[in-house]
T-cell receptor, first 116, second 113 residues
């Protein structure tokens, strides 16, 4: 398997623009996570899905952020409108969880977002 | 919610020496404690984990210890090598919590020749 695939790897945009980050989880995994990494706040969980259903979005900073998982092989994280403070590396991760048993998270290589 | 503190934030050791990174957690119900290694430009990768029913686990040069009473756990790397240089993150979660990991703030380990 190719692992978790994220795109784009790098995105530079101007304040106010819409940003869409994409993720393809590992085939067969049933949980998907979006994390944000910054120097100041470290790795923050934004939202996670189980069987394509959002389970916990309490980490989503505000209404400008939204995430979808229309099927088991694709998820998007959208920021609209983007702001300079959204600049960070956004990671997608997937895992296989059975009856709540915590399993290994497999991370993608991240999408580095810069908002000017 | 869970809060995980990690120390030190940076650690520099000589090749061949040991490195120890420590974490504390706040939620006594947490029972799963993984450690992730992040190399430059890549996503974190699991290197070892421990569950609350054991106190120590080893995998070659890496070991993790857990003290549930004190709510702290540590990563020990022996005979460090230059390729061990990376950022290490501890994390905690509750089994049944849907893999919702709370990460520490990370330790930048530098192994010097």
């Amino acid at each position: 398997d190719a692992g978790v695939i994220q795109s784009p790897r790098h995105e530079v945009t101007e304040m106010g623009q819409e940003v869409t980050l994409r993720c393809k989880p590992i085939s067969g995994h049933n949980s998907l996570f979006w994390y944000r990494q910054t120097m100041m706040r470290g790795l923050e969980l934004l939202i996670y899905f189980n069987n394509n259903v959002p389970i916990d979005d309490s980490g989503m900073p505000e209404d400008r952020f939204s995430a979808k998982m229309p099927n088991a092989s694709f998820s998007t994280l959208k920021i609209q409108p983007s702001e300079p403070r959204d600049s960070a590396v956004y990671f997608c991760a997937s895992s296989w969880a059975v009856r709540g048993d915590t399993g290994e998270l497999f991370f993608g290589e991240g999408s580095r977002l810069t908002v000017l | 919610g869970e809060n995980v503190e990690q120390h030190p934030s940076t650690l520099s050791v000589q090749e061949g020496d040991s490195a120890v990174i420590k974490c504390t957690y706040s939620d006594s119900a947490s029972n799963y404690f993984p450690w992730y290694k992040q190399e430059l430009g890549k996503g974190p990768q699991l290197i070892i984990d421990i569950r609350s029913n054991v106190g120590e686990k080893k995998d070659q040069r890496i070991a993790v210890t857990l003290n549930k009473t004190a709510k702290h756990f540590s990563l020990h790397i022996t005979e460090t090598q230059p390729e061990d240089s990376a950022v290490y993150f501890c994390a905690a979660s509750l089994t049944g919590g849907g893999n919702k990991l709370t990460f520490g703030t990370g330790t930048q380990l530098k192994v010097e020749l």
